[in-house]
């Protein structure tokens, strides 16, 4: 878009002053009649818009403007948010376009009313008028204003933005004279989110990096946020001090990742040197105390991070990383690295295992450690790629990943050359499945051609047998401009992921969309206070004060904010949040059931731009009054049970620490045969009358059968397993695992079935 605000004042013609009257309390009019009327009049202009900011969610009744000169025809066009653009790029109309009718020649006001509301959930839309009979004009006052918003001269939000012939788009700084009339179903927001950052006793300087890890760094049962090159210890109820000088650490890193180098189950911090950065990569070890010892690496430049996440890569046991480095920065920056952990406070680089014969660099603008898959093994995502796609690398276990992007990454979703934001994997639909959050990026001209510009929800679907997930589009995403990114969570506990999209545009804002019963989503901004937030460019929902509701952190105008989130619990809002710490913490799964539901949640460790989660995931629960079961699968493949966990807690699980050492008398004494066929039996026994279930559980926490649920006296007993599911039906080829809980017992071991 281009500018030329001077040449159009220019054409403007005075005309007689008319007086203003009384308006209803919910019509909105942006002009003054003070000082007079104006038109334009300039050949070149083909649409005139009146741009309209609403303070909340609205329905548009009707629209009264202003025309002047002849008598004459015009068609009156209602548009919405049009992508959050300054002007109407995208003309697309809300209802069909109104031909009026201007009867005689001077002012005469038309009013177009629309038979049915339209509801606007955005923060503007727009009246725009075109086709106008020559000697028909649209009123303009004649007052100055100065841009609501502003990032530069071709992105400015006044009032008025008018077409041109060829194609662009100019400002106008007065008003048209247009009035709309609307009713909102809601003025007044509960702001559910509410901007905190003043009590958490964080500074409000600008960021420079706008790099968040969040991690329990001196393991006290918290969240403590590093940013910046910063560690801010959180004294349990979401207020922060800077303890960076105390702790150790010094400098001002491109990128700040907490990660466990040495398996001493102490976060470790380490700084990655910006490009201009004379000093090497330097590790801090957590002595344990609140104090770090500084160990310098001989790490390959990396320069400009645009992106890193961590994941055991080749199963040794150590914590590997990967540095992004986004195409932009193709000129300053030899490229991504792929960088796997010695064991020696070191890393190697393996760049090469993602580098063809034909590729010598890799860009991407976001990745994500994630086992897509479910087989416990951590796959790559690249999103917009240096090769103008988005890339999946299946990883096999042993530190080699194979490019499955053309089998895997099929469709209009990931083929989205110049469509760079960060995205976000979650199971929102309760399969047991991991589905994909890819908004999108691109310019509003473009979009406009586009068929799907704002990206989509990408359902994955259960695998066939030793198969991937078939990954399919579920829902498309509106487009908005200035998108950079999107982070699933369940802000409201309803058992339901929601999701977030960030903005890269200080004049856009952010967007929450929660999901509903059937599994669709609705605008939710207002309602929790997020209308006109500008977070971005990514975030983190995480819960930091411990009370089961996940906050906000993010950036706005380039500063951190805090936003607590506030609303009421209550029987509907159930939760559970469970905070891993072991050796394979990062990439495990979280299996759990209640009333009848199945929960899936992955400990990924970085992700988009620049942020880092903590080890801990969280289960909305909805009225929920008991949870059935709960498995965790470690990174390195060992499952345990969880017993024991409440609703609305945080539990703590360590792993190898979640199995009582009191087995209250009860044990497993054989499963045999064990693998079998047709029949498993399980013997067990108990030294007191006691309650006793014992179930049989896929791997991944989903019950299958139940062998026994009742009171028994103390003794040794023997159950059978036939291979049936509770259903009556065979149950497939694998592995499962049998539970027995008993008392103070809560006792697991695997079977194997063959056929």
């Given at each position: 878009?281009?500018?030329?605000?001077?040449?159009?004042?220019?054409?403007?013609?005075?005309?007689?002053?008319?007086?203003?009257?009384?308006?209803?309390?919910?019509?909105?009019?942006?002009?003054?009649?003070?000082?007079?009327?104006?038109?334009?009049?300039?050949?070149?202009?083909?649409?005139?818009?009146?741009?309209?900011?609403?303070?909340?969610?609205?329905?548009?009744?009707?629209?009264?403007?202003?025309?002047?000169?002849?008598?004459?025809?015009?068609?009156?066009?209602?548009?919405?948010?049009?992508?959050?653009?300054?002007?109407?790029?995208?003309?697309?109309?809300?209802?069909?376009?109104?031909?009026?009718?201007?009867?005689?020649?001077?002012?005469?006001?038309?009013?177009?009313?629309f038979h049915r509301a339209v509801q606007c959930e955005s923060t503007q839309f727009?009246?725009?008028?075109?086709?106008?009979?020559?000697?028909?004009?649209?009123?303009?006052?004649?007052?100055?204003?100065?841009?609501?918003?502003?990032?530069?001269?071709?992105?400015?939000?006044?009032?008025?933005?008018?077409?041109?012939?060829?194609?662009?788009?100019?400002?106008?700084?007065?008003?048209?004279?247009?009035?709309?009339?609307?009713?909102?179903?809601?003025?007044?927001?509960?702001?559910?989110?509410?901007?905190?950052?003043?009590?958490?006793?964080?500074?409000?300087?600008?960021?420079?990096?706008?790099?968040?890890?969040?991690?329990?760094?001196?393991?006290?049962?918290?969240?403590?946020?590093?940013?910046?090159?910063?560690?801010?210890?959180?004294?349990?109820?979401?207020?922060?001090?800077?303890?960076?000088?105390?702790?150790?650490?010094?400098?001002?890193?491109?990128?700040?990742?907490?990660?466990?180098?040495?398996?001493?189950?102490?976060?470790?911090?380490?700084?990655?040197?910006?490009?201009?950065?004379?000093?090497?990569?330097?590790?801090?070890?957590?002595?344990?105390?609140?104090?770090?010892?500084?160990?310098?690496?001989?790490?390959?430049?990396?320069?400009?991070?645009?992106?890193?996440?961590?994941?055991?890569?080749?199963?040794?046991?150590?914590?590997?990383?990967?540095?992004?480095?986004?195409?932009?920065?193709?000129?300053?920056?030899?490229?991504?690295?792929?960088?796997?952990?010695?064991?020696?406070?070191?890393?190697?680089?393996?760049?090469?295992?993602?580098?063809?014969?034909?590729?010598?660099?890799?860009?991407?603008?976001?990745?994500?450690?994630?086992?897509?898959?479910?087989?416990?093994?951590?796959?790559?995502?690249?999103?917009?790629?240096?090769?103008?796609?988005?890339?999946?690398?299946?990883?096999?276990?042993?530190?080699?990943?194979?490019?499955?992007?053309?089998?895997?990454?099929?469709?209009?979703?990931?083929?989205?050359?110049?469509?760079?934001?960060?995205?976000?994997?979650?199971?929102?639909?309760?399969?047991?499945?991991?589905?994909?959050?890819?908004?999108?990026?691109?310019?509003?001209?473009?979009?406009?051609?586009?068929?799907?510009?704002?990206?989509?929800?990408?359902?994955?679907?259960?695998?066939?047998?030793?198969?991937?997930?078939?990954?399919?589009?579920?829902?498309?995403?509106?487009?908005?401009?200035?998108?950079?990114?999107?982070?699933?969570?369940?802000?409201?506990?309803?058992?339901?992921?929601?999701?977030?999209?960030?903005?890269?545009?200080?004049?856009?804002?952010?967007?929450?969309?929660?999901?509903?019963?059937?599994?669709?989503?609705?605008?939710?901004?207002?309602?929790?206070?997020?209308?006109?937030?500008?977070?971005?460019?990514?975030?983190?929902?995480?819960?930091?004060?411990?009370?089961?509701?996940?906050?906000?952190?993010?950036?706005?105008?380039?500063?951190?904010?805090?936003?607590?989130?506030?609303?009421?619990?209550?029987?509907?809002?159930?939760?559970?949040?469970?905070?891993?710490?072991?050796?394979?913490?990062?990439?495990?799964?979280?299996?759990?059931?209640?009333?009848?539901?199945?929960?899936?949640?992955?400990?990924?460790?970085?992700?988009?731009?620049?942020?880092?989660?903590?080890?801990?995931?969280?289960?909305?629960?909805?009225?929920?009054?008991?949870?059935?079961?709960?498995?965790?699968?470690?990174?390195?493949?060992?499952?345990?049970?969880?017993?024991?966990?409440?609703?609305?807690?945080?539990?703590?699980?360590?792993?190898?620490?979640?199995?009582?050492?009191?087995?209250?008398?009860?044990?497993?004494?054989?499963?045999?045969?064990?693998?079998?066929?047709?029949?498993?039996?399980?013997?067990?026994?108990?030294?007191?009358r006691e309650r006793v279930t014992l179930g049989i559980y896929t791997m991944d926490?989903?019950?299958?059968?139940?062998?026994?649920?009742?009171?028994?006296?103390?003794?040794?007993?023997?159950?059978?397993?036939?291979?049936?599911?509770?259903?009556?039906?065979?149950?497939?080829?694998?592995?499962?695992?049998?539970?027995?809980?008993?008392?103070?017992?809560?006792?697991?071991?695997?079977?194997?079935?063959?056929?």
């Amino acid at each position: 878009m281009t500018r030329s605000v001077a040449a159009i004042a220019t054409a403007f013609i005075a005309v007689q002053v008319i007086a203003a009257q009384a308006q209803a309390p919910d019509t909105l009019r942006p002009y003054t009649a003070k000082g007079g009327w104006a038109y334009y009049n300039d050949p070149r202009i083909m649409t005139q818009a009146a741009r309209f900011d609403l303070p909340a969610p609205a329905a548009i009744e009707e629209v009264t403007l202003v025309l002047g000169g002849k008598a004459g025809k015009a068609t009156v066009h209602l548009y919405g948010a049009e992508a959050g653009a300054p002007a109407p790029l995208l003309a697309r109309d809300l209802v069909e376009p109104v031909v009026v009718t201007k009867s005689h020649g001077g002012m005469e006001p038309i009013t177009v009313t629309f038979h049915r509301a339209v509801q606007c959930e955005s923060t503007q839309f727009f009246i725009a008028v075109d086709h106008l009979t020559p000697g028909v004009t649209l009123l303009s006052d004649t007052r100055q204003r100065t841009p609501v918003c502003m990032n530069a001269a071709d992105d400015a939000y006044y009032a008025q933005a008018l077409g041109m012939i060829d194609g662009t788009w100019q400002w106008g700084r007065c008003a048209y004279a247009v009035d709309a009339v609307v009713r909102y179903p809601q003025r007044v927001s509960p702001k559910y989110f509410a901007d905190a950052t003043p009590d958490a006793m964080l500074p409000d300087t600008a960021s420079r990096n706008m790099n968040i890890a969040l991690a329990d760094i001196d393991g006290n049962g918290t969240i403590d946020l590093v940013i910046d090159g910063h560690l801010y210890r959180n004294d349990g109820a979401a207020h922060f001090a800077d303890v960076t000088a105390a702790a150790g650490l010094a400098g001002d890193p491109a990128a700040n990742i907490v990660l466990d180098v040495n398996n001493d189950l102490r976060p470790d911090i380490l700084f990655l040197p910006a490009a201009t950065d004379t000093t090497s990569a330097t590790l801090y070890l957590n002595n344990g105390d609140g104090t770090f010892t500084p160990h310098a690496l001989a790490l390959p430049p990396v320069g400009y991070p645009s992106t890193y996440t961590i994941a055991d890569v080749n199963g040794d046991g150590y914590l590997d990383l990967f540095v992004g480095v986004s195409s932009r920065d193709r000129t300053r920056s030899a490229g991504s690295r792929l960088l796997l952990n010695n064991g020696a406070l070191g890393f190697t680089d393996s760049t090469h295992m993602l580098l063809g014969d034909a590729r010598t660099s890799l860009y991407c603008d976001a990745a994500q450690f994630v086992d897509y898959n479910g087989d416990g093994i951590p796959d790559l995502h690249l999103v917009a790629s240096d090769a103008g796609r988005d890339e999946l690398w299946e990883g096999r276990g042993n530190g080699s990943l194979a490019d499955v992007t053309a089998r895997v990454f099929t469709g209009q979703p990931f083929q989205s050359a110049g469509k760079s934001v960060a995205t976000s994997w979650a199971d929102y639909d309760n399969d047991g499945v991991l589905d994909l959050l890819r908004p999108a990026l691109m310019p509003v001209r473009a979009a406009a051609a586009a068929s799907q510009p704002g990206g989509s929800i990408v359902r994955g679907n259960a695998p066939a047998a030793g198969g991937a997930p078939n990954l399919v589009e579920a829902e498309p995403i509106e487009f908005r401009a200035g998108r950079s990114s999107g982070i699933w969570g369940d802000v409201d506990n309803d058992g339901r992921l929601d999701f977030l999209l960030a903005t890269s545009s200080g004049c856009r804002y952010a967007e929450l969309y929660t999901q509903n019963s059937a599994g669709h989503f609705a605008a939710a901004s207002f309602q929790y206070g997020l209308f006109r937030t500008a977070a971005g460019p990514d975030a983190i929902l995480a819960d930091l004060d411990n009370d089961g509701h996940l906050d906000l952190v993010t950036f706005v105008g380039g500063h951190l904010r805090i936003y607590r989130n506030t609303i009421p619990s209550g029987p509907q809002a159930g939760y559970v949040e469970i905070d891993l710490a072991g050796q394979h913490a990062v990439g495990a799964r979280v299996t759990l059931w209640a009333d009848g539901v199945r929960y899936t949640r992955d400990v990924t460790c970085g992700r988009g731009s620049l942020v880092q989660e903590p080890a801990r995931v969280q289960f909305g629960l909805g009225s929920a009054h008991v949870i059935d079961s709960a498995f965790v699968r470690w990174g390195n493949g060992s499952v345990e049970a969880l017993k024991d966990l409440a609703i609305d807690h945080v539990a703590a699980v360590h792993e190898g620490g979640t199995h009582s050492p009191d087995n209250g008398g009860a044990s497993i004494v054989a499963a045999s045969p064990n693998p079998f066929s047709t029949s498993l039996r399980i013997n067990y026994r108990h030294d007191a009358r006691e309650r006793v279930t014992l179930g049989i559980y896929t791997m991944d926490g989903a019950p299958v059968a139940t062998l026994v649920d009742g009171t028994e006296d103390a003794g040794e007993y023997t159950a059978t397993w036939n291979g049936l599911n509770a259903q009556n039906e065979m149950a497939p080829q694998g592995a499962y695992m049998y539970r027995l809980r008993c008392g103070g017992a809560d006792l697991t071991g695997k079977a194997v079935l063959v056929r």
